[in-house]
């Protein structure tokens, strides 16, 4: 059975628990208080953070290289898309997330005001920038739900809880968003310190 070290709090944790709950397999889930790390964790992952997850002898962290065993491992439903051409573009999507939307998250929950701000707004640019993608189709790679819906929905359920607010033109996102948070894995997957970040 899989083990999923998880942070009751933390996005990247949360993508893991989407797609396991995506699959409905076996599966459990270890909380994590991130604030109080315990020492295995360290010992699984050099970078001492989680998601980590556990199979027999594998052990895997990085909520993206996580997500894509899972998929390959439980192929049905399929997250990634099964064309080559369109598995590599949704890889280079994911890479973009991380560079340009994600990698703000630490910024958010630990640097001070002026540097959060900062990040606030580039996060709310590249929403803003997508938005126009949400009026032609139902989820990120057209109608089909995908790896890319699970990377980002932790980020726009935070959007209250990191104190962003998007501009009008950005509303297909927070019509998307509800869409993504109205799937029974996504409710599923939820940790009661996450529910509370919405009112």
């Known amino acids: ?91 280079l999507f994911l890479h973009r997330f991380e560079k340009e939307l994600f990698c703000h998250i630490d910024t958010l929950e630990t640097a001070g005001k002026r540097e959060a701000d900062k990040a606030r707004i580039v996060i709310r640019d590249h929403l803003t920038l997508i938005a126009p993608v949400f009026q032609k189709q139902k989820y990120m790679l057209g109608d089909e739900y995908s790896m890319l819906d699970v990377a980002i929905a932790p980020l726009l359920w935070r959007l209250d809880h990191y104190g962003i607010q998007l501009p009008k033109q950005a509303a297909p996102v927070l019509k998307y968003a509800e869409r993504l948070f109205s799937r029974p894995a996504f409710i599923d997957a939820m940790t009661a310190s996450e529910k509370a970040m919405r009112r």
Request: proline share 9%; net charge negative.
């Open 1 to 91: 059975m899989m083990t999923l070290y998880s942070g009751t709090v933390c996005p990247f944790s949360q993508r893991c628990r989407i797609v396991l709950f995506e699959k409905g397999m076996d599966f459990q889930v270890i909380d994590v208080d991130v604030e109080k790390m315990p020492e295995d964790i360290a010992v699984m992952n050099p970078y001492n953070r989680v998601p980590v997850l556990v199979e027999r002898d594998l052990i895997l962290h990085e909520a993206n290289i996580i997500n894509e065993y899972i998929d390959e491992r439980f192929p049905h439903p399929q997250l990634m898309p099964a064309d080559p051409v369109m598995r590599g573009r949704a890889r």
